[in-house]
Nanobody
């Protein structure tokens, strides 16, 4: 079964950058689309970036021009380069399949996520 492990989060000042990584235990080569989601306290989880098996990317308007999603097939790793970070980008970030998350034992499966905090 698939295991997801996100990393790379931390505390950064506004305007700073972070690069998130997501290690997938299984191959992502045959998955049509993978993405990065985020969830801030008290808010619903939202999809912020998507990459298809053909390399087509898409972003939510609030991160366009600042975030870049990419993947490395050989290492089964998904990345999210985040530049010009804003306080409103603060959240837990998760990777998963798009549009529906992986399922395990009849439930949606999510990794532990990685926390991003943007503050002075």
């Amino acid at each position: 079964q698939v295991q997801l492990a996100e990393s790379g989060g931390g505390l950064v000042q506004p305007g700073g950058s972070l690069r998130l990584s997501c290690a997938v235990s299984g191959s992502i080569a045959n998955i049509n689309a993978m993405g990065w989601y985020r969830q801030a306290p008290g808010r619903q989880r939202e999809l912020v970036a998507t990459i298809t098996s053909g390399g087509i990317t898409d972003y939510v308007d609030s991160v366009k021009g600042r975030f870049t999603i990419s993947r490395e097939y050989a290492k089964n790793i998904l990345y999210l380069q985040m530049n010009s970070l804003k306080p409103e980008d603060s959240a837990f970030y998760y990777c998963n399949k798009v549009p529906d998350p992986f399922r395990q034992r009849g439930e949606d499966y999510w990794g532990p996520g990685t926390q991003v905090t943007v503050a002075s």
